[in-house]
């Protein structure tokens, strides 16, 4: 068996906390009160439940101040997983139990005794042993040491399961002290039965049993005599009581007869009464009858038929009925005519009426157009006038260009030209005066000069002068200067009269312009009119032949009215002939009807006559039979009045009383003889039973005298069985005496060398002696502490070891869990303590848990985990110690 993880939850100082555990040895290790013991508890706790606990009680278990806890385990046992979950809850100040659940390879098990049997079942072994075999706890040094040997032999016996065969050995021992008290039993039995036997035996009971016998004989004989004798008595009572009854039903039947005879002759009388009325009425129907027949015959003459028969008539019937039915439809069907062509005639008059309003209204719309055309073509003869004066008129402008110096067109230009040689003249002209004033001017002042006798030119005295001459010369050039302006100036009028000219001829151009753009937008009015003009007359002829159509058509509707109304004038006409005829049928009908009612009244008469005959006839032969009846019951009434006289009746009466006397009498000595037969009877039964009860006395006799054999012989059984069970269950424990004490003195050695002992004793009985080197026993209780934590660990590892070898089938092997081993030890143990965990390992052992905070012991771990409380949580924490870490505390 291998844990593989634990999970707890509010488990004492634990909150929440989960640990995965492998093979090999696992050291748990942390300060003191961080939680190591606990996590060992829990495991213990997740398998036994309450039975881990010991005194403590399940509120222990759960974190103080919390209301629930949870311990969780998960395990392989033989290749198989399995997983433990329990839940405890307080209520009040006491913890139960809320759920506990074993899941398993073959189902789950719940509730808490189904699961600790299941696993006491896989483990082979209860919470005690698994204390006193794997789980070494802290402080339980001398648990083993000090138990007395029964304790131990108890303990070991139950390990290796030897208990059983010890509660065989007792449940024997139970049967054989059981046979041997039901034996002596059953010897009572048997002398208290012999007894009995005997008694019963000396009664003679056969000789009372047939002195009995024959005197109900003789009892039983007369019974019978007695009996037939009464028989014959109850026959003449008999016969005589049915003669008396005879004679009474008789005059019953008399009477019976009186009365019958009376009421056949008053019934006969009622249905003569009823013959009687039955013929009145009957001819009362004749005369009936008659009277419709010649109603009949004056009907016959009105019908073309020949004799009044149902068939003829009902067949004349239907031929004038579908006659009237047909001439019906036709009516129908004239009127419809008449009322759907009185209707187009309507429709056809209102159509015409329409379309004459429409031609009147095309002929007036016509004349209408005929005004405007005429308005129209007046409009087109003013403008055609307009345009001519217009033409005429820009042909007299075009006229001024006839001698002009330009061609039309060029006027514009022309007076342009003029203008600038004018202005060019001018300014010559103002030039050539500016000169003539500057030659005067200097002429004025030569002559001053002159005059002062100076040069006229330079100022100075004319002597010499140089300049002498030159007034002359300026004389000559004002001449000229004047002669030139003189031209100049006629040029200038000349030029002023071309001008004006010019501006004449622009003038001219632009009036020219005019009067061509009026004449073009009053010929282009002119065309419209002439379009719309034509567009009119279109029009109006076209109104014109729409007013003839209209014309038309509303005369042809009118002659199509007066046809269909002449049509109306037959249809009318043709209804009369139709309602006469239709009155005629109706009247022939009535007759026919009539005279077909006459024959069915006729018929019903003549059955209601025959049925009135019929009846007549039956009632008449029910009288003759009645009338037969009774004179049939006249002649019976006759006959049984002669049946009976009054000596017959007499006879009768005095041997019923004889009778009945004498049946009292015998009746009263029957019933005393059967009582004296019921007695005999009883005393008979009683000796009987007796004589039975002796019989089966001998039966009982003889079975418990076969039942005591067979006792017998089974106490012995059971004491062989005992002493068998009890052999074996030593010869087995002497085997485990033998093997455990090898085992132990190995494991001793292993962990203890040490020259002071030489070998430990275990004797049949377990009990422990440890001898020293120079052969002196000492007892288990006389070793040091150190010595007995050593012999303690041995010890247990030794009986872990013969439970490993010595149970059949898979040894359970539980984890081996030491918690604190090396409390008591000096180190040199402590490397002994390390070898005998190894030589553990070795042997096989799966997992090895140890609660130690020793270095050497940390070192040879395979797997570490730390132990931690949260100062401030004050909950406790799981931590697996790295690879490394073990790796390196192995190493140093
Ligand atoms: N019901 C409980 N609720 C909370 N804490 C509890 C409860 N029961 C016990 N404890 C605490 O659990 C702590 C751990 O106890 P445990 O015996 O597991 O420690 P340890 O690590 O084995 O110490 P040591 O090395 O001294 O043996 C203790 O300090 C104790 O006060
Ligand atoms: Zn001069």
Same mark, same amino acid.
Request: include cysteine; charged fraction near 45%; hydrophobic fraction near 30%.
């Given at each position: ?27 748990? /290790? ?35 101040? &919390? ?5 969780? *385990? +998960?395990?392989? /046992? ?8 329990? #839940? ?21 098990? $719940?509730?808490?005794?189904?699961? #600790? ?44 399961? *030897?208990?059983?065969? @010890? $509660? ?90 009186? $009365? ?90 209102? &159509? ?98 002159? +005059? ?73 009015? *002119? ?24 014309? !038309? ?21 043709? =209804? ?11 009247? #022939? ?60 009746? @007499? ?28 007695? =005999? ?27 005591? +054999? ?10 062989? =069985? ?55 026993? *000492? ?58 965990? &190894?030589?553990? !390992? ?51």
């Amino acid at each position: 068996m291998r844990v593989d993880r634990v999970r707890l939850r509010n488990f004492k100082c634990y909150g929440e906390a989960e640990l995965g555990l492998e093979r090999g040895v696992t050291i748990v /290790h942390g300060v003191n009160g961080s939680g190591k013991s606990t996590l060992l508890e829990a495991v213990f706790f997740a398998l036994y439940g309450s039975k881990a606990l010991g005194d403590r009680t399940l509120d222990d278990v759960i974190t103080t101040g &919390e209301e629930e806890c949870e311990v969780e *385990l +998960e395990f392989t /046992h033989d290749g198989r997983s399995y997983r433990v979950e329990r #839940r405890l809850k307080l209520r009040g100040d006491r913890a139960t139990t809320t759920k506990c659940l074993l899941e398993g390879p073959s189902g789950a098990i $719940e509730g808490a005794r189904d699961v #600790r049997h299941e696993v006491t079942e896989l483990l082979r072994m209860d919470a005690e042993a698994f204390v006193n075999c794997a789980y070494v706890r802290q402080g339980e040094v001398n648990k083993l040491i000090h138990a007395s040997p029964g304790e131990r032999q108890d303990m070991i016996d139950d390990l290796l399961q *030897l208990g059983a065969l @010890e $509660e065989y050995r007792e449940r024997a021992s139970d049967a054989r002290l059981g046979v041997k008290s039901v034996l002596d039993g059953q010897r009572e039995v048997l002398e208290d039965l012999r007894r009995q036997v005997k008694r019963k035996e000396d009664q003679e009971l056969h000789d009372r049993l047939n002195a009995l016998e024959s005197s109900h004989a003789d009892v039983v004989d007369d019974i019978e005599r007695f009996e037939s004798q009464r028989e014959n008595a109850r026959e003449t009572l008999e016969t005589a009581e049915s003669v008396l009854e005879r004679h009474e039903e008789t005059r019953e039947e008399i009477a019976d007869l009186e $009365e019958g005879i009376e009421e056949l002759r008053s019934k006969i009388a009622e249905t003569e009464r009823k013959r009687e009325n039955a013929g009145e009425t009957l001819r009362e129907r004749r005369s009936e009858r008659e009277e419709l027949e010649d109603e009949r015959d004056g009907l016959l003459g009105e019908t073309e038929l020949e004799t009044i028969d149902a068939d003829a008539v009902e067949s004349r019937i239907e031929e004038l009925e579908a006659r009237d039915e047909e001439l019906r439809d036709d009516l129908e069907d004239v009127r419809v005519s008449i009322t759907e062509r009185n209707g187009e005639v309507e429709r056809l008059r209102e &159509e015409a009426d329409e379309l004459e309003s429409q031609a009147e209204q095309a002929r007036e719309e016509a004349d209408e157009l005929d005004e405007r055309i005429e308005n129209d073509r007046e409009a087109i003869a003013d403008r055609e006038e307009t345009v001519d004066d217009l033409d005429d008129d820009v042909e007299s402008a075009r006229s001024a260009f006839d001698d002009a110096p330009v061609a039309f067109g060029g006027a514009e230009s022309h007076l342009e030209k003029l203008e600038s040689d004018r202005e060019e003249l001018v300014s010559t002209i103002n030039d050539v005066t500016a000169e003539i004033r500057s030659v005067e001017n200097a002429i004025e002042e030569g002559e001053r000069l002159r +005059e002062a006798g100076k040069c006229p030119e330079c100022g100075q005295d004319v002597a010499g002068s140089p300049h002498v001459d030159i007034l002359e010369e300026k004389r000559e050039t004002l001449a000229t200067l004047e002669e030139r302006l003189s031209g100049l100036e006629d040029d200038r009028e000349e030029l002023d009269e071309r001008i004006e000219r010019a501006e004449s001829l622009v003038e001219a151009e632009r009036r020219v312009d005019r009067l061509e753009e009026n004449r073009e937008n009053v010929a282009q009015l *002119l065309e419209e009119k002439r379009e719309s003009l034509e567009d009119r007359r279109e029009q109006r002829n076209r109104l014109r032949e729409e007013g003839d159509e209209h014309e !038309r058509e509303a005369e042809t509707k009118r002659e199509r009215a007066s046809d269909l109304e002449s049509e109306v004038a037959d249809a009318r006409t043709e =209804l009369g002939e139709i309602n006469a005829e239709r009155g005629e049928i109706k009247e #022939r009908l009535e007759t026919l009807r009539r005279a077909s009612e006459i024959e069915a009244e006729r018929a019903e008469l003549d059955r209601e006559i025959e049925t009135l005959r019929q009846r007549r006839a039956d009632w008449e032969t029910m009288n003759d039979e009645r009338r037969e009846q009774l004179s049939a019951d006249r002649e019976h009434k006759r006959e049984l009045e002669s049946e009976f006289d009054d000596d017959r009746v @007499e006879t009768a009466r005095t041997k019923q009383s004889n009778a009945e006397q004498y049946l009292e009498k015998v009746d009263e000595k029957l019933a005393s003889l059967e009582a004296d037969r019921d007695e =005999l009877q009883g005393k008979i039964g009683g000796v009987e039973e007796k004589i039975e009860e002796l019989e089966r006395l001998r039966d009982r006799l003889e079975t418990v005298e076969e039942k005591l +054999e067979r006792l017998d012989s089974l106490y012995d059984e059971a004491e062989t =069985l005992q002493t068998t069970y009890g052999e074996l269950r030593a010869e087995l424990r002497q085997r485990n005496v033998e093997t455990l004490e090898r085992l132990l003195n190995e494991t001793f050695d292993l962990v203890y060398q040490n020259d002071s002992y030489a070998a430990i004793d275990l004797d049949g009985e377990y009990r422990l002696t440890v001898y020293q080197k120079d052969g002196e026993p *000492l007892e288990p209780e006389q070793l040091s502490g150190g010595e007995r934590a050593l012999f303690n660990l041995s010890l247990r590892c030794a009986i872990y070891r013969l439970l490993a070898e010595g149970v059949e089938g898979t040894a359970p092997m539980p984890p081996l869990i030491l918690d604190e081993p090396t409390v008591f030890l000096d180190s040199g143990h402590v490397t002994q303590l390390v070898s005998l965990v &190894e030589s553990m !390992r070795d042997l096989g052992v799966e997992q090895i848990v140890v609660v130690s905070h020793d270095e050497e012991l940390i070192g040879a771990a395979d797997s570490l985990v730390r132990v931690e409380k949260d100062a401030t949580s004050n909950r406790s924490r799981l931590e697996r110690g790295r690879q490394t870490e073990a790796a390196l505390l192995r190493s140093d």
